[in-house]
């Protein structure tokens, strides 16, 4: 199993900017992608950016152009650059695993807890 731990939350004024990390640790024969979720009190969970095992990225429409999404793969880390960060990015943030395990044919994903991200002045 992949167990992921966010961090790098906390409060930032409007345009300023925040770097998340996530640590993948665990048992796993792969990983497909990763991926950073987030949830605002009272919405629905949104994609807010994914990295393919190649290195591929995906970006939400809301955060395109602001956030960056990269990988140091010899700390089994995953990152977030938040830019130009508005008061809507208010969430948390959570870092999504989809990978693959040994015996097992299927895909499987894992959850981190989450870090709070809070953009006021």
């Known amino acids: 199993q992949v167990q992921l731990v966010e961090s790098g939350g906390g409060l930032v004024q409007p345009g300023g900017s925040l770097r998340l990390s996530c640590v993948a640790s665990?048992?796993?024969?792969?990983?497909?992608?990763m991926g950073w979720y987030r949830q605002a009190r009272g919405n629905e969970r949104e994609l807010v950016a994914i990295?393919?095992?190649?290195?591929?990225?995906e970006y939400g429409d809301s955060v395109q152009g602001r956030f960056t999404i990269s990988r140091d793969n010899a700390k089994n880390t995953v990152y977030l650059q938040m830019d130009s960060l508005k008061p809507e990015d208010t969430a948390v943030y959570s870092c999504?695993?989809?990978?693959?395990?040994?015996?097992?044919?299927?895909?499987?994903?894992?959850w981190g807890q989450g870090t709070l991200v809070t953009v006021s002045s």
């Open positions: 990295i393919t095992s190649d290195g591929n990225t």
């Open positions: 999504h695993a989809n990978y693959r395990r040994q015996y097992f044919p299927g895909n499987l994903v894992s």
């Open positions: 665990g048992s796993f024969l792969s990983i497909n992608f």
